[in-house]
């Protein structure tokens, strides 16, 4: 009588109960059991509905015994680097799931404590943005870790549900990138110096352990009772070990969502010639799985989920397809230039763009009388119905522009949008605190958000009309204060979610017709910038700025803070501030593309407010124009990318649904760098240094017409939101549901 043996296999699309038995020396197998898998998303994150694997695994059990009443034993592989937090021995949701964005946030920070090299030198692991050490460490920022009691990868916890015994294998673990490579053990040092709790890494288990026996209610419900086994439990560990290789120097394919390419070896590399290469060393059945990630079937089953057929109904539909047109995001007309589009759309992933919070609410904030007119220079037209009333319905539509937008996000705020409430009772600009920001704080957590912060200098009694530049000294004194709150505040912005936090200074000083002193109101701004600025600060953590502007309303004939003075500011006080520039700040034959390039020759770091003025600072929504592409092209040319501007949107518009006023700005601020991204500066450039101008102009005018739409919709895809086309379904949905109701 031969042996049943049950293997239940889960992958990101889809889990199979199969059972196993050899017959005349040949492993014979039949799947009984077979169920969908998804991500989630919940909240603007991508999680695994636990609840729903461990179900569909018992069913699957209980299908096994109906059909093959004695198994020896069972067990469970799945994908890597996910995991269970337990809290009283529950999960403690969400479980996310790797594809979710959570850890861009954290990244840089990680790198900061413990580089790259350093971590690949002890690990051998490749960096991958959702590994599990970005996401534990993204659970202790927000306050997660400290919330759990244990630690359990995903196939450990559907195994501990069955069996009651907890195991850590050790194939699983090495995905983790907390492995030390050489002694096979979570590493303690790295435990340590990332304040992870040491007690939840125990010592590892080698796969092949038995267990124990189901759970006596467990077997009661699944029809039967058999050994709980610990095989490799990541699935490709388990799958390289099932393959007869008869050479160990061979290479191996395993393809699934992910497809990996590799060889066994007896020992790791952790060489730096292999940390550039970013190939890993996991953990294999007693060798190492030295491989790297190429691109699987997950397009398939995106397009699968999309068309809401069968892998059988696809592979018949493709029999019969006359459909030729194949798109390549390493297509060859971008190729055939020098331009690799999968490291443009990796590239821009990274970049953090700062959304800020008032196109929501019309620049009304929530410390003044919401019914009396903005002054200070600010003004919105329009009265579009839905604009958001309290700091709820501003974050909840903030949350629907984030799931509508591709890429990295930060948060925009300023001052007047402080949140008060019985604990923490309305004050003063000049006595806000921390405080009145945690809830911001708390949002971005949420969401792996950073946030960026300005003093508000404008509608206010005590813009009088000035405030920094004011002749008044109690006038200019309570700005100042203002502004030296707004250092706090900005500081426990950046500690508080662990990213730097730009703090732009700027106000609408100045006078509506000819002065008779221009230097006296800036002499006494200079002096309160200054007096602001002595507020103790970490610079490496906080980024004040200086903006200038050429005129405002009610200020058409002199600005106190002109470009000239901002400037020069920043230039004689580069310790500690940057300049920053809108590209409605300027006169209109003037372009901030040119300045980018003359600023970043100077200043090692600049800020930028992106906008789209007509004739003036009018502040309307920032399209895929001209400038806007200039502009990120000298993003691109001159190394801003790479932490030397820092970027932020700057508009608002009551007259259309502001939601899609939000999206369609910043879909066209990412739309514009991955455009930047995808062109060939290097080749451009040669072409200028030679003096070949008339190629210049014609590749120029060729890059116009390659498909980069094509591009964009991967970018999208990749980034789990709606291509260009469908995203405005969901903003139409919405006004519907939430903004119409708002009278």
């Known amino acids: 009588m031969h042996k049943n043996y049950l293997a239940i296999d889960i992958g990101a699309s889809s889990g199979r109960h199969i059972v196993g038995w050899m017959e005349n020396g040949v492993l014979r197998t039949e799947e009984v059991y077979r169920f969908p898998n998804s991500v989630r998303r919940v909240d603007g994150h991508l999680e695994w509905d636990i ?12 299908e096994a015994f109906a059909k093959f009443p004695e198994i020896e034993s069972l067990s469970i592989d799945t994908w890597a680097v ?38 690949y030198a002890r690990t051998g692991i490749q960096f991958q943005p959702f590994n599990s050490i970005y996401q534990l460490y993204a659970d202790k920022k927000v306050g997660r870790l400290a919330q759990a009691e244990d630690f359990l990868m995903i196939p450990e916890y559907l195994l501990w549900k069955l069996c009651g015994v907890k195991a850590r294998e050790y194939t699983n673990a090495t995905s983790t990138g907390l492995v030390n490579a050489q002694t096979g053990e979570y590493d303690p040092e790295i435990l340590q110096a990332l304040g992870l709790p040491e007690t939840m890494f125990p010592k590892l288990t080698a796969p092949g352990t038995v267990l124990g026996p189901l759970l006596p209610h467990i077997a009661a419900e699944v029809g039967g009772q058999t050994k709980v086994a610990l095989c490799a439990t990541h699935d490709t560990a388990s799958a390289v070990e099932g393959i007869p290789m008869e050479q160990d120097d061979a290479p191996f394919l395993s393809s699934g969502t992910w497809s990996l390419l590799g060889v066994k070896l007896a020992k790791p590399i952790t060489s730096p010639e292999s940390c550039r290469a970013n190939f890993t060393n996991e953990g294999g059945v007693g060798y190492i799985r030295y491989l790297k990630n190429i691109m699987g079937l997950w397009i398939i089953q995106c397009v699968q989920k999309q068309l ?67 002054t200070g220079g600010i003004q919105t037209t329009g009265n579009y119905p839905g604009r958001a009333r309290t700091p709820e319905e501003l974050m909840a539509d903030m949350d629907k522009v984030l ?53 508000t200098f404008f509608s206010h009694p005590k813009c009088d009309p000035l405030t920094l530049a004011s002749p008044n000294e109690e006038t200019r004194k309570f700005w100042v204060e203002h502004g030296k ?36 109101p800036r002499d006494r701004y200079k002096a309160s910038i200054d007096e602001i600025l002595s507020e103790p600060y970490d610079f490496k953590l906080v980024k004040p700025c200086i903006e200038s502007k050429v005129f405002g309303i009610g200020v058409e004939a002199y600005t ?83 932490g030397r501007v820092n970027i932020a949107l700057d508009y608002f518009d009551a007259s259309i649904n502001r939601i899609s006023a939000w999206t369609v700005g910043f879909r066209n601020v990412e739309k514009a760098l991955l455009s930047a991204l995808c062109t060939p500066h290097t080749v451009l450039k040669e072409l200028q240094d030679t003096n070949q101008f008339t190629e210049l102009m014609v590749r120029q005018e060729e890059l116009k017409t390659l498909p980069f739409g094509e591009v964009w919709d991967e970018y999208c895809r ?9 995203w405005f379904e969901e903003v139409k949905k919405y006004e519907q549901n939430v903004l119409s109701k708002r009278i």
């Open 560 to 642: 106190v803070g002109s470009a000239e003075f901002a400037l020069s500011y920043a230039a004689f006080n580069r310790e500690k501030c940057i300049p920053l520039m809108d590209n409605g700040h300027y006169h209109p034959t003037e372009v901030v593309s040119d300045k980018i390039p003359a600023l970043l020759a100077f200043f090692p770091e600049i800020a930028l407010h992106i906008t789209r003025p007509i004739r003036w600072d009018s502040d309307h929504v920032v399209l895929f124009d001209d400038e806007t592409k200039e502009i990120c092209k000298e993003i691109v040319r001159c190394g801003g990318l790479d």
């Open 51 to 62: 609840d729903s694997l461990f179900t569909n695994v018992k069913q699957g059990i209980r």
């Open 485 to 520: 709150a707004c250092i706090r505040i900005s500081q426990y912005l950046a500690e508080e979610l662990g990213q730097p936090c730009t703090m732009n200074i700027w106000t609408g000083d100045g006078f509506k017709d000819v002065p008779a002193d221009r230097k006296g």
């Open 82 to 119: 996910d995991y269970v937090l337990l809290k009283n021995g529950n999960p403690l949701s969400p479980v996310y799931a790797y594809r979710d964005d959570r850890t861009q946030a954290v990244l840089d920070e990680v790198h900061s404590i413990l580089p790259f090299a350093q971590l």
């Open 718 to 726: 990749r980034n789990g939101v709606p291509v260009d086309g469908a």
């Open 403 to 455: 799931s509508l937008c591709p890429g990295t996000k930060k948060i925009n705020l300023h001052a007047s949008y402080a949140i008060f409430d019985e604990e923490n009772p309305w004050v003063d600009r000049d006595k806000l605190e921390p405080k009145h920001f945690k809830k911001w704080v708390d949002f971005c957590k949420a969401r792996g958000l950073g946030a960026d912060f300005n003093p």
């Open 308 to 374: 809401g057929i069968s892998f059988a109904e696809m592979v018949e539909l493709a029999k019969t397809s006359t459909y030729t047109r194949i798109f390549d995001v390493n297509a060859a007309r971008y190729a055939a230039i020098g331009v690799d589009t999968e490291a443009a759309i990796a590239r821009l992933k990274t970049v953090p763009i700062s959304l800020h919070c008032w196109q929501g609410d019309d620049v009304r904030g929530f410390d003044t009388d919401p019914t009396k007119p903005l």
